[in-house]
């Protein structure tokens, strides 16, 4: 069993920037991915951004050049820099872990004024 606990959300104007992390506890083992998906009232749960053990990273277009996911393997965390936030990056933000199968974190809400 993996643990993943969000931290980081909150209420910030258009332009702005926020910093979300997630820590994994459990049984965490190397050749994993996490990463962040998120969700908007009505919409699907679509791929922000996703980091292997290895390091490599990928992007939805729709971020790429505004968010940055980093994370520290001997400290089993995962960060989310999010600059030039939009309104339409209004969502619940939520951390996963997946090796043979996916854990999910509780989510934290992203919110973003315009």
């Known amino acids: 069993q993996v643990q993943l606990v969000e931290s980081g959300g909150g209420l910030v104007q258009a332009g702005g920037s926020l910093r979300l992390s997630c820590a994994a506890s459990?049984?965490?083992?190397?050749?994993?991915?996490m990463g962040w998906y998120r969700q908007a009232p009505g919409n699907q749960r679509d791929l922000v951004a996703a980091?292997?053990?290895?390091?490599?990273?990928s992007y939805a277009d729709s971020v790429k050049g505004r968010f940055t996911i980093s994370r520290e393997n001997a400290k089993n965390t995962m960060n989310l820099q999010m600059n030039s936030l939009k309104p339409e990056d209004t969502a619940v933000y939520y951390c996963?872990?997946?090796?043979?199968?996916?854990?999910w974190g509780q989510g934290t809400q992203v919110t973003v004024s315009s």
């Open positions: 996963y872990y997946r090796r043979a199968r996916t854990y």
């Open positions: 459990g049984s965490i083992f190397g050749g994993n991915e």
């Open positions: 980091i292997t053990s290895g390091g490599t990273t």
